[in-house]
């Protein structure tokens, strides 16, 4: 693909984690795909008091750390490098926003982007004094790292102040899911073949599993996550911008609108969790020590940083249904957390039982056929099907089918962050959620937080290692499913 348009990226937050470990090194790969143009500009940010060279020097360090040795070559290396500089900003006193108007002056022609990888809290000080410095220009964009909010009030608080400086199809609302090559495979799965759509109802499917487990627990961001916990982390974004996907209707296009307004169709047929309904349908939990890979590590509690006395969730799981005619009466399953066996991120699709088995006792196993989307860390879908087992009887055994995207096409799929930076810089929205999705999503979550609040007892325990609290099971053993967890 050509390159963009000549641009100035503006990055607040430059010398933290995610600008380090992501965003620095998915431009240096854009770069060396040829993507970014000659006159193509990032200039860090960040309150410490560095020189470019100093700068240069730690992003140096950071890519040792997070690029392949063979992406770390010249004369990419030197191309990087010299699109880089500095300016030192301190929100809290606007020092420093004149040596950036500095920069910026007599460029305004160019795509100008603001990415604000810093705490929310500062997002709507940061634009203000943007703004008094006269650097909103027509072609500017601001991106936001999520969390955009705590709750539905200071997510719309956010969003109308930050909406009365940058037009909304200026504001590029970020959840890195919807950057993952397989999340955009979805939508290719679904839409560019003619196989699934008509199995995609509740006619043939009996629930949809999403879940996304991890094995790292909090340490290093214990102030952030003991506000935030499972549910805002994970799910009021990442989550339900998945089941968006899956459950949504075509689309006329791919266009920003035409998707954006499908995933709200489907956030607002949500079926509500309310008081008893949250607590009968919502299982959330806290891990304790335990062991991840064989290496013992510290519970919840114990971590530097987190309240003894702490109850926010590290993991939740939940049902929900999309009340509508495609998927009435079909359990969604959700289900994340933090410090469990094993890392992956899938979405599983189970079809129904056959009606009758003509096979008798030579046919067990429950679900013959799902489908399996995984995100993550190998990204491909395995569909499974029942066989005849080799031999002279009739006896049956699931197999699957694989595609492995990797192997399939022989290339390193994009990070995440590669694909969403360039899409900010050519101006593209589909992958970026849109005010009212996000409003949609805080009100579904908030009545759940407000039961959990009332209920006012501590989430389960769980030993780390482990796929959560029993309930998490019992969930879904109450219909007489399981969540999927072989291969
Ligand atoms: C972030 C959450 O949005 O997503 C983290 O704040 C979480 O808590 C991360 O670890 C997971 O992202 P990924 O891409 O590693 O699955």
């Known amino acids: 693909m050509k390159s963009t348009k000549p641009f100035d990226l503006v990055l607040f937050g430059a010398t933290g984690d995610l600008a380090m470990s992501k965003l620095l090194p998915a431009l240096y790969r854009r770069d060396r795909a040829g993507q970014l143009p000659a006159d193509g500009r990032i200039i860090a940010t960040a309150r410490s008091r560095l020189d470019r060279d100093t700068f240069i020097a730690r992003v140096e360090a950071a890519f ?21 500089d500095f300016v030192s900003i301190d929100a809290d006193t606007s020092g420093g926003f004149e040596d950036l108007a500095g920069k910026l002056r007599g460029r305004e022609d160019r795509t100008r982007v603001f990415y604000l990888a810093v705490a929310p809290n500062y997002f709507v000080e940061i634009c203000e004094h943007l703004n008094a410095h006269g650097l909103v220009t027509e072609r500017a964009r601001v991106v936001l790292e999520k969390p955009l909010g705590h709750d539905l ?3 719309r608080a956010i969003t109308e102040q930050i909406g009365a400086i940058f037009a909304e199809d200026a504001i590029y609302r970020i959840d890195h899911y919807l950057g993952k090559e397989t999340v955009q495979n979805l939508i290719a799965l679904r839409f560019g073949n003619m196989l699934f759509e008509p199995l995609w109802r509740r006619d043939w499917v009996r629930d949809v599993q999403i879940s996304v487990s991890e094995q790292l627990g909090v340490s290093g961001r214990a102030g952030f996550y003991d506000r ?31 998707v954006r307004d499908e995933k709200l169709k489907v956030l607002r047929a949500l079926k509500g969790l309310e008081g008893q309904s949250a607590l009968r349908n919502t299982v959330r939990g806290q891990y304790r020590a335990g062991a991840i890979a064989g290496q013992p590590v510290p519970g919840y509690l114990e971590e530097e940083g987190v309240p003894a006395s702490s109850r926010t969730e590290t993991f939740v799981a939940l049902r929900t249904e999309v009340a ?9 399953y959700l289900r994340t957390g933090k410090r469990l066996q094993e890392r992956a991120a899938e979405i599983v699709v189970n079809f129904r039982d056959v ?12 679900r013959p056929n799902r489908l399996v989307i995984k995100l993550q860390p190998d ?22 089918l694989n595609l492995d995207f990797a192997e399939a096409f ?7 962050y590669e694909r969403l930076l360039m ?61 999927h967890e072989e291969d």
């Not at 750390?65 to 290396?77: G, M």
């Not at 009606?355 to 429950?366: N, R």
């Not at 491909?380 to 197999?399: C, E, F, N, Y």
Request: negative net charge.
């Open 228 to 258: 935030t916990g499972a549910l805002r982390d994970m799910v009021q974004n990442h989550m339900l911008q998945l089941l968006c996907i899956i459950a949504m209707e075509p689309p006329s296009d791919i266009g920003a609108d035409a």
């Open 355 to 366: 009606p009758h088995s003509i096979f008798g006792m030579a046919y067990d196993s429950g």
């Open 324 to 332: 509508n005619w495609r998927w009435a009466g079909v359990p969604f």
């Open 423 to 483: 899409d900010v810089l050519r101006g593209r929205l589909t992958l970026f959620m849109r005010r009212d999705e996000l409003y949609a999503a805080w009100s579904w979550i908030e009545p759940i937080l407000d039961a959990w609040n009332e209920a006012g007892d501590a989430p389960k325990p769980y030993t780390a290692g482990t796929w959560g609290p029993a309930a998490s099971s019992a969930l879904l053993a109450r219909e007489d499913a399981s969540w």
């Open 379 to 400: 990204e491909g879908v395995r569909l499974h099907m029942m066989a005849k087992s080799p031999g002279d009887r009739m006896q049956l055994r699931p197999v699957s």
């Open 410 to 416: 022989q290339q390193r799929p994009p990070d995440a």
């Open 64 to 84: 040792g750390d997070h690029l392949e040795a063979d992406e770390r070559t010249q004369p990419d290396w030197h191309r990087f490098f010299e699109r880089l």
């Open 153 to 155: 009030a200071s997510a």
